[in-house]
């Protein structure tokens, strides 16, 4: 692998010096000085400072370098960023690999390196390094939180009847799985946002593609480590825990992986660093709300699991299991009055609602009480989820998590799916559609929460179905659901309800 890099950074050479020398603008990194226009001038852009050190082809040349070395019969006892830092008279010590190193978290001057392309090249490490141990110390934080707290989650969201079950720890393996993947990629979104060249419309598509890189590391590296069902067989708190573990062990990983000197940590490395990407990219950051970002996200995917394994008891409705859902209603922003749709609970209709795209959306659970004599369902009605109002999930509690934005994510991706439940950002694999970022919206990512969307005529139907197909069974309500579609089924719409929306 070592000399596949090698022959990509010769063959990159040899096509930028002859078949387009304006690339590397001839600058002979050996020949320039500190003092030189850019170079001590951090309020430069990096894109100026890098082109005027020559420091693409001094990286290039530097890893070239690393790469004949790794490959020789007597290779240096040195990692890979203690390598690179020899070569230009660094510090000693610059185990960038390893979270904890000091000496990669420290800037240095140019008149520590013996070419200002290497005080460039080195300080990018820094800034890289810096980046991923803030995002490391805002998983910490956000474990501790979480862990904190769990029994209040489990309060608020997931009431009951004695005696209560933990049997939905096990779909929290779907969660590790999801979040961690995806998790370990989302952090370079927010530096992405926190970037100011990401407002340049010129330079918005190079960083895109740039941070895409780390971000498909990023994803790789964490599915390699999501939790097993074993290891979470536990209590919430401690299952919590483990998630958390694993995210911030990828983070590890991901880190060793980027400052290894293999070919792949070595390609990404260099597309944060190209044309002075990580000095600008960096400078921005605010990561004090990487905790409550890390928390949104998963807490977005426990959510649907912790209604789905609820049980209340509504005025006169036995208790019974719920069934979480999205309804969907034509109308821009009813929330409450005469125009409100039946089937919603009006004494709670303002705080299951949220207003999109021209339409309302209320988030609850259906109940019914069995069938008329023509076979409708009797008092259908929609309630307000345990916790799932406007007053709880408000921006402020729970990472910032709010209604619309489960509104939103699973909207999305209903509509991605032809206006149809089952679309799952869990699909992803971690390639690029160069066109957008990775995760660029986040808990908003269309599909990251998956809850079924559907009319009220859809639930009519599925709710007759359903209650139908248990008389059939002749199995209680509530048990033994895995092969029913209720309450929404694909949430196809007619024609007619196509037309209503505007769709």
Sequence with gaps: MK????????????TETFADVNIIDTVDPGS???????????????ADRWTAAGAEIAFKLATANWALDEASDNPSRLSFSEYIANLYNARDLMVCENMGDGPCQTTMLCSDTSQPAGYLILNSFVAIHVLQNNIYSGLQDAMNEMQNKMTTFQDIFSP?????????????????????????????????????????????????????????????????????????????????????????????????????????????????????????????????????????????????????QSTVEIHDIPSDKMYPMILMVPDDCVTSGDNLNWVVDADKSDQMSVCYGGHTFFVGFPTFTGLSSD????????????GGENDELNGSNWGGLTLEDI???????????????????????????QASLM?????????????????????????????????????????????????????????????????
């Design 439 to 503: 995760m660029e919206d986040g808990v908003r990512t269309p599909g990251f929460v998956s809850m079924p969307i559907c009319t009220e005529g859809r639930v009519y139907t599925e709710a007759t179905t359903y209650f139908l197909s248990k008389l059939a069974d002749d199995i209680s309500i509530g048990e033994d659901d895995t092969v029913y579609t209720y309450p929404c089924g694909d949430g196809g719409l007619t024609s007619d309800e196509m037309a209503s929306f505007g769709f």
């Design 32 to 46: 320039v000085s500190c003092d030189d226009a850019y170079l001590n001038d951090a309020n430069s852009l990096g």
């Design 160 to 308: 009951a009847a004695e005696p209560k079950s933990n049997g939905w720890l096990t779909d929290l393996l779907s969660v590790a799985q999801f979040v961690v993947g995806l998790g370990s990629a989302f952090a370079w979104n927010i530096a992405f946002k926190s970037a100011s060249i990401a407002a340049n419309p010129n330079t918005y598509g190079f960083l895109q593609e740039s941070v895409n890189g780390a971000i498909s590391l990023g994803f790789t590296v964490g599915k390699s480590h999501i939790p097993t069902a074993s290891d979470l067989q536990n209590d919430l708190t401690t299952a919590m825990g483990l998630i958390f573990e694993s995210w911030i062990d990828s983070q590890f990983a991901f880190l060793h992986e980027l400052f290894s000197g293999s070919s792949d940590g070595m390609l990404t490395l260099e597309s944060l660093m190209q044309d002075g990407l990580a000095l600008d990219m960096t400078r921005d950051l605010d990561l004090q709300d990487m905790s409550n970002q890390a928390q949104k996200l998963i807490f977005s995917q426990m959510l649907p699991l912790a209604w789905d």
């Design 3 to 14: 000399l596949y890099y090698l022959a990509l950074v010769l063959s990159s050479l040899f």
């Design 407 to 433: 509104v939103i994510s699973a909207f999305e991706g209903y509509k991605l799916n032809g206006y149809k439940n089952g679309y799952t950002a869990t699909s992803y694999d971690g390639t690029a559609d």
């Design 375 to 386: 076979d409708n369902p009797e008092r259908l009605r929609l309630w307000a989820l345990p």
